[in-house]
């Protein structure tokens, strides 16, 4: 089972949005270096980005079908959306949270987050890395659930 790394609004634009916040890294070599990190560990990714509430809903839901584990970097909606906390709920495979910049640091809006209630973890702050470091939560939790 694909280990899914979940990618919300606006995300597409890394690179190019607020480099100086985000860094310069595009999603795609993003998602490179998620894919080499995680096939270091024996794990394949299913690497996903959409700018839809419902359609990041749906991509939760599939992940809870067919994933071993999830990471999301809900962007703008996890300082939003209660539907999202409420897919998240209903997943039983392993979750963690990443975001790119550290959101405690920022304005008070970033401050709430609806996805930290319904995942195990959180790793924020580290820029691109914190990709590389949810993988790694995810490998640690996915060896700790069984077989
Ligand atoms: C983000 C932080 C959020 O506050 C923001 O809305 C984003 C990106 C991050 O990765 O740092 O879009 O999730």
């Given at each position: 089972r694909p280990l899914f790394i979940l990618n919300g609004?606006?995300?597409?634009l890394l690179g190019t949005r607020e480099?100086?916040?985000y860094g310069s890294a595009t999603l795609s070599d993003i998602e490179a270096a998620c894919a080499e990190h995680a096939?270091?560990?024996?794990?394949?990714i299913d690497f996903r980005q959409t700018n839809h509430e419902g359609v990041l809903i749906d991509h939760v839901q599939d992940a809870g079908r067919a994933a071993?584990?999830?990471i999301i970097n809900p962007a703008g909606y996890g300082h939003t959306s209660v539907a999202l906390h409420d897919a998240l709920k209903a997943i039983a495979i392993p979750a963690?949270?990443?975001h790119l910049s550290q959101p405690a640091a920022r304005e008070a809006f970033r401050h709430h987050s609806y996805v930290s209630?319904?995942?195990?973890?959180?790793i924020s702050g580290f820029g691109a890395r914190s990709y590389i470091l949810g993988i790694e939560a995810a490998h640690a939790l996915i060896a700790a659930s069984g077989p």
């Open positions: 609004p606006n995300l597409n480099p100086e916040i096939s270091m560990l024996g794990l394949t071993s584990a999830l963690i949270e990443i209630s319904a995942v195990s973890g959180t």
